[in-house]
């Protein structure tokens, strides 16, 4: 009886001690606060952005610095050389509509050196593919049940574990070409690992060698999938013009941020990248900043900490990273059951960015209401649904996401 109850308390114990998303987190909406979000079209100086050249010249930038000083964090200047190997090639892929390919970029510097592994399938018989990249959690095998696919280094799953996230039969039949990369290649997920990441060569060793704005893990994954585009723009059969760079969480917040700072991408799509990716801080809704620094503090440069405590007082919110975007095809997609990302908030965050569109006489979201479940709702170059299920990445998500760039890729030109 006695042991029943020493069990009883000590299971109580654990559970209490045991931090939960559910235990912390708001999840009513009538509790989320009031807020002010600050005006992608004010400058820093007051002034109001009305047209395209200042909104090019003078508030972009802005924004852009902001997001780098204070969130994201930039990566030190370094002098990389990168060469590519092909390490395997065939075009027997997918039971022959498919050329797979893998290629393997070296970087190096100051005798440091770092590899990723990159898995390329391009639809036969496309003379210029447009292409996803999308960084992977699990490494390349795990995207596939396609044999031939090397493992990558540092994965530690079975093939084909996270293939249902991969829709490869879709994405090739509808002639686009798919690029991934396991994100550990670039950046361990973990902290205090910067041995185990890009940053020697950027002479970064350890958390003493970091600035207040220096980037960490995201700015890393990010300037991986820059590195994949670079490899891609040598291609002759890959469409220069339509390039789409798409991530799922925390990954969907590394799209996001590579989008806003790499111009050459075409598209960006954020697949349930939820707090400090899509959805907007300052609502007190699912994850909060505060948690997303004290869980993950390598993600995000150290000055973004200073804002766990007063989110307010931070000089931008999630609505500017989707403006920079702007007026390239953004989407951003949601999950019914992933309220930890905070659907509604991801919304209104795009909807507050549309703004921006509308200098570039694109429509906006403004006064669309939140769009029912599996309805998605598209307006000029911003896109958004919300499907039922849980965090993850389905075939539907895929689906919308092709739809969507042939419906602004192709429809004005046709192929
Ligand atoms: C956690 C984290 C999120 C992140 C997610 C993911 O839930 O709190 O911010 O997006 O992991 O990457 O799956």
Not at 5 to 33: C, R
Not at 143 to 157: G, R, Y
Not at 334 to 352: I, K, N, R, T, V
Request: with cysteine; glycine share 6%; proline share 4%.
């Amino acid at each position: 009886m006695r042991n029943n109850l020493v069990i009883f308390l000590w299971a109580a114990f654990i559970l209490m001690s045991v931090p939960t998303h559910s235990q912390e987190a708001n999840y009513d909406e009538s509790k989320v606060g009031t807020y002010i979000l600050p005006d992608a079209l004010t400058t820093n100086d007051g002034k109001k952005v009305t047209n395209q050249q200042q909104w090019e010249k003078t508030r972009r930038p802005e924004i852009l610095k902001l997001f780098q000083d204070n969130e994201y964090g930039i990566l030190p200047e370094a002098k990389i050389q990168t060469s590519y190997r092909v390490v395997e090639e065939s075009e027997g892929a997918f039971g022959g509509k498919a050329i797979r390919r893998q290629v393997e970029i070296t970087f190096n510097n100051d005798g440091k050196t770092r590899q990723m592994l990159v898995l390329l399938y391009m639809p036969k018989g496309v003379k210029k593919c447009p292409v996803f990249v999308s960084p992977n959690f699990q490494g390349n095998a795990t995207t596939t049940t396609d044999p031939a696919v090397i493992e990558s280094p540092f994965s530690t799953h079975e093939r084909a574990h996270q293939a249902s996230r991969w829709s490869y039969n879709r994405i090739i039949d509808s002639g686009y070409a798919v690029a991934t990369f396991h994100y550990y290649d670039i950046y361990f997920d973990k902290d205090n690992m910067l041995s185990e990441t890009i940053y020697p060569l950027f002479g970064i060793n350890s958390n003493a060698d970091l600035q207040d704005n220096t980037g960490k893990a995201i700015a890393a994954w990010a300037w991986g999938c820059s590195r994949v585009l670079d490899y891609l723009l040598t291609l002759r059969n890959i469409d220069k013009q339509r390039t789409i760079v798409m991530g799922h969480s925390r990954l969907g917040k590394a799209a996001l941020w590579c989008g806003a700072m790499d111009q050459r991408f075409s598209m960006v799509i954020s697949n349930n990248s939820g707090c400090s990716g899509a959805a907007l801080s300052r609502r007190n809704y699912g994850e909060t900043v505060s948690r997303i620094n004290n869980v993950f503090p390598w993600w995000f440069c150290n000055k973004y900490q200073s804002y766990n405590r007063d989110v307010s007082s931070l000089p931008i919110d999630q609505h500017e990273l989707l403006a920079l975007i702007a007026p390239r095809p953004v989407y951003v997609a949601s999950a019914q059951e992933d309220q930890w990302a905070d659907p509604y908030g991801e919304f209104l965050s795009l909807q507050e960015a549309s703004k921006v569109y509308a200098l570039y006489g694109l429509e906006t979201l403004e006064g669309c209401a939140y769009p029912a479940v599996n309805e998605p709702l598209w307006k000029g170059n911003c896109g958004y649904h919300i499907r039922t299920g849980i965090h993850d990445v389905t075939d539907y998500d895929w689906q919308c996401y092709i739809k969507f760039a042939e419906k602004i890729f192709f429809s004005a030109y046709g192929r």
